[in-house]
């Protein structure tokens, strides 16, 4: 028995409304991870390490807490403000705990260019890991549903009028930093350069859909800017 052209066209109808349902559905299950034009620098509480800060973390990384202590004998003491700062569940499920950025200057002044730097991870008076690396948080996010934060980091490297930013992905389960997922260079600013570039500024864009227990597939989108005026 033939179908009548009004039950087909309902049909396609139905079928074409079904995988834009589908469509609009997984588009719903991505979250954004960060977009280099519009996420900013996780930076809470105040622009200075506070005094439980200056009490631990010289402890921690081996530095002094201020210029002075350098007659001690310590080769770099830490710079008073913080490059990022945020909080949350980084070691364990449940935990309130701070994440901390921070710079080091040498005793000797003999300044690098960029400073050094380091994250502290700590809970009261108690640091739970570090990590020696240059960086700031850039976002924040429990990618693999495990009750756990995972912290995109950022790095800049200037040259010559330019500046290129790159990205990962890190753990600290278990007070244990570890590496999930190198994102590469997510921004470019080319702008100061004397070369040309077809392309003088880089944005990027990362959305995932969270995956219980397993880190998850990124998408990856970039584009192009202008520089400003």
Same mark, same amino acid.
Not at 52 to 70: F, H, K, M, T, W
């Given at each position: 028995?033939?179908?009548? $052209? ?25 979250? #954004? ?5 519009? =996420? ?46 945020? =909080?949350?569940?980084?070691?364990? $499920? ?19 260019? $960029? #400073? ?14 570090? #990590? ?16 756990? #934060? ?65 880190? $998850? ?13």
């Amino acid at each position: 028995m033939r179908s009548s $052209p009004a039950a087909s066209r309902a049909w396609c109808l139905a079928v074409a409304l079904a995988c834009l349902a589908g469509q609009v559905h997984a588009e719903e299950q991505y979250v #954004l991870l960060f977009d280099t034009e519009t =996420t900013p620098i996780v930076r809470v509480g105040p622009s200075a390490l506070s005094p439980e800060e200056l009490s631990l973390l010289p402890q921690v990384l081996g530095v002094g807490a201020a210029r002075e202590d350098c007659a001690t004998g310590v080769i770099h003491w830490l710079a008073p403000a913080i490059a990022s700062r945020a =909080t949350g569940s980084f070691t364990r $499920p449940g935990a309130d705990e701070v994440l901390v950025s921070v710079r080091v200057r040498r005793c000797d002044d003999v300044e690098l260019s $960029p #400073l050094p730097g380091a994250l502290v991870v700590y809970e009261g008076s108690e640091a739970l890991a570090h #990590l020696w690396q240059r960086a700031n948080v850039l976002a924040v996010h429990d990618v693999d549903l495990d009750g756990l #934060l995972e912290v995109v980091l950022v790095t800049d490297q200037f040259d010559q009028g330019s500046l290129q930013r790159y990205a990962t992905l890190w753990d600290f389960a278990g007070g244990e930093p570890r590496l999930v997922h190198d994102f590469g260079e997510v921004y470019a600013d080319y702008c100061g350069s004397f070369l040309a570039y077809d392309t003088p500024v880089k944005h990027t864009r990362v959305t995932f859909a969270p995956s219980p227990g397993s880190p $998850p597939a990124f998408e990856v989108a970039t584009r192009s800017g202008s520089c400003r005026q």
